[in-house]
């Protein structure tokens, strides 16, 4: 009988993201009985515990003889401390991936051969090769009932909230697309301050200036655990708290990344990665906006139908209470991107300051009502009207600082070291702006990593502009940055149309 | 204007096989000022050239401050000594990746957007993840006009071979999926004695135990460029070259390389891939060998004469006289598996051996035949007899010995240090065997490494057992090899069936 072959694990002090990669030597004695060479997918078990990890050939310099390199995430997913003898072996058939091939070629999936795809890919068993094969296989291609199992099998691949307590747990969803559209600090702060239990977890930015949690972050504490989202809840009706720190359907956030990486973005993952999400959280009923725009995500009204008409078929299966909205997306909301400046636009907001964002303001209503309505039954009207008052009255406001108090309390936005306005090029009427480049204009000065970094528009669709008058200013944390931002912008001035009106 | 962001380049002594990754430390200014994190794509320039690679953040133990470091294939595509100053950026936008998406979404692309594409990836600017995506979306979805496109973007993304003193050139493929099925070497020795002109490249095994690549290598020198080909088939009217060592069709290698990691292999992919091969070698006349069998690549009829039809449509779009032969896949061809056993078996029908493989002489007979009556146009029959005769009289051999002398003279085979004999665990007749499994007990044996490795088979289909009687012998270069292999055996004894006869 063979042995198993056993090295010394090390620390090489490389962060190879979510990959995990091993490091060992050319002249390795397990290399050359094993067969091992560049790319081999490898087993490496220690007790109880096994990953598999690509492997990275490296010369005699780079690590001694008899020891095994690991990148950070490898070293942390098998749980070493430094000096264990980890053992090395082939990776196993990954049975899945005939599945998987099933898929490319066409084929439905049964639930079963889709639950062990997700399986398989929660436990780090696939290179993100092998997901972006999955993933393309997918696209356009998943069947309602493939779309239910998925959407199952990832609500499987990670913890529960359970609210036993609450007959009715509200949740609301941004398909995204439109920069500063940032309604869900509102909507929690209006529907909780009337009542309705809202334990919300959102995503950071991925490849948007900012995700909820980041524009969060900057007013409170957003590094819940369950038991801290369970406690704020039973405290104050409602939480805003990061999705990524309470393992929620993780399978989607492993889909989500590779498909970013690649930039598709299939309608039917879409819809299983949303709804994951809202049922992980212990969801009855979900409210889900679909922006609609030329430069939004969903680009037609036939699209946002189709879409719609996908999710209300894959909730109704799966026990939700579910409403599609379609909503204006030819803009950005509010005046502010990234996220301490669309900070600044929800405290406006809910303070009900003079500057405030009407667009902003007003959406939160709508969708607020819509909640209401859902949830109650009364008049969509007379909701958005309760809702409304709710926010007039300074309750929201106080329900909203009941929430960061209870999460840590209120924070200080934090101010940019560096800003630079401009202006409109000529005279006439702001009659478009591109979303997508707007929102690289903020990425490229800093959002989200900088949290006050971003920009904040001083003109709105329609408004009438002399020239030079300010259109926006930028926000950066390094001359660098606002430098960069300020250059695309002098190559991407058309990102506003400025003309007469048609 | 922003300042570009130089730091000096150092070698790292990892080897991430053919996706280049560069190296910067966590707190390095450049990644601060342009928001690079782990696992942004980008673009390292020096003088005229430019690379893209993955990014890797490391610790500052790692590396010196003001440095990057280069991965092995990345400091060899910049084609760096060490020292220089080179220049980082975000990579640029990657636009053929939206055609990639069309197809994602089954559209047809245009012959420009594959050519986009194959150029991009040619140009090495596609992450493994972003060929992982196209090979998947293109599996089972190129018509023919897409196929005809592919093929003609592969061959202009390398150097050709032409032969204008040739009115014809004649090359012959095999699919694939039968391990000994080592017919070309003694093909090309007839079908060039008998004054075809077959200037033949060939590759390396991928998955297999050995390619003909391998095995021709065992018997000369196989590394060749195209001014070595262009003499060695003036000299003899024949070669047989490994094709990694002149740039024909790089991008269908590439393709391959992702295509084997995901186990994935569409039919368009796969026409592409050989007939562009075929067209950068300068052949007019191709004939392939679709070998047929339960665990054969093409396991029914229909498939074959599916994939047999695409052959011919694209074949005769791009100019080729073309013909597919449907052949036995059910069993191994010959006794030997790997370079070096194959080798034997070569040797043996060429000097007319007593011992030698009636399978693999008649096959490669068969093989010749057809080439002669493509050739020439003289009836089957005739042309199979006129290669046996070559064969027989020894002309094909004294031909053979040519061709190694032109490449660089007939070598010794080597022998392997270790062995071990395994006989049938009872008696009966032998039924069937598993391809898949016996290619896997060969390279577990450590073929095509170890070019000694590999088996020799003792029995073949229909042949009566006794218990005990050989079965085949394993060959390995080292113990554990020998071991692992035989360890292996004993889990999966049932890929020799053996019974009553049915």
Redesign the interface.
């Known amino acids: 009988?063979?042995e198993p072959h056993a090295l010394i694990a090390v620390e090489?002090?490389?962060?190879?993201?979510?990959e995990p990669v091993v490091?060992l030597r050319?002249d390795c004695e397990v290399c050359?009985?094993?067969?091992f060479?560049?790319?081999t997918r490898l087993q490496l078990s220690l007790g109880g515990r096994a990953i598999i990890a690509t492997l990275?050939?490296?010369?005699?310099?780079?690590l001694p003889p008899g020891r095994v390199g690991f990148?950070r995430i490898a070293w942390q997913r098998l749980g070493l401390k430094g000096g264990e003898a980890v053992t090395l072996s082939h990776a196993p058939v990954l049975h899945s991936?005939s599945a998987v091939?099933k898929k490319?070629?066409?084929h439905a999936l049964s639930a079963r051969e889709i639950d062990d795809i997700i399986q398989d890919i929660s436990a780090h068993r696939y290179?993100?090769?092998?997901i972006?094969?999955f993933?393309?296989?997918c696209?356009?291609?998943l069947d309602s009932g493939e779309i239910i199992a998925l959407t199952r099998a990832m609500v499987a691949s990670g913890k529960c909230l359970s609210w036993p307590d609450k007959p009715q747990v509200l949740d609301k969803h941004c398909i995204g697309g439109v920069p500063g559209n940032r309604t869900t600090p509102i909507v929690v702060a209006i529907a909780s301050a009337a009542g309705l239990t809202m334990p919300k977890t959102s995503s950071r930015a991925i490849t948007s200036p900012s995700g909820t949690a980041d524009t969060m972050e900057v007013l409170t504490n957003v590094h819940l655990g369950l038991d801290q989202i369970q406690a704020t809840v039973a405290q104050v009706n409602a939480c805003l708290a990061w999705g990524g720190a309470v393992n929620l359907s993780p399978a989607d956030d492993m889909l989500i990344r590779?498909e970013h990486?690649?930039?598709?973005d299939g309608e039917g993952q879409m819809v299983a990665s949303v709804l994951s999400k809202k049922l992980a959280a212990g969801s009855t009923h979900v409210l889900i906006d679909i922006p609609v725009g030329p430069t939004a995500k969903v680009r037609s009204q036939p699209q946002a139908r189709h879409l719609a008409h996908l999710f209300d078929t894959v909730g109704k299966a799966l026990g939700l209470r579910l409403r599609c909205l379609t909503t204006r997306g030819e803009e950005a909301i509010g005046y502010g991107i990234g996220p301490a400046q669309e900070a600044l636009d929800i405290l406006a907001v809910l303070n009900n300051a003079p500057q405030a964002p009407a667009d902003l303001r007003e959406r939160a209503l709508f969708l607020t009502g819509h909640l209401l309505n859902m949830a109650s039954g009364e008049e969509l009207a007379a909701a958005i009207a309760r809702a409304r008052e709710l926010l007039a009255s300074g309750k929201a406001w106080v329900q909203f600082q009941r929430i960061c108090a209870a999460q840590g309390g209120l924070k200080a936005i934090p101010q940019a070291a560096f800003r630079l306005e401009l202006g409109a090029g000529h005279s006439g009427t702001l009659l478009a702006m591109d979303n997508r480049r707007l929102a690289r204009l903020a990425?490229?000065a800093?959002a989200p990593?900088s949290p006050a970094a971003g920009l904040r528009l001083h003109a709105k669709l329609g408004q009438a502009l002399a020239r030079g008058q300010p259109l926006f200013t930028l926000y950066a944390d390094?001359q660098?940055?606002l430098?960069?931002a300020a250059?695309y912008y002098a190559d991407n001035q058309d990102l506003f149309m400025i003309g007469e009106t048609p």
Request: negative net charge.
């Open positions: 009988m063979t090489m002090g490389i962060d190879t993201h979510q490091f050319a050359r009985a094993e067969g060479n560049a790319n990275n050939v490296v010369t005699e310099a780079v990148s991936m091939r490319i070629y066409g290179s993100d090769m092998q972006a094969s993933v393309t296989a696209v356009d291609r590779i990486a690649l930039d598709v990425k490229l800093g990593i390094s660098g940055e430098d960069y250059d």
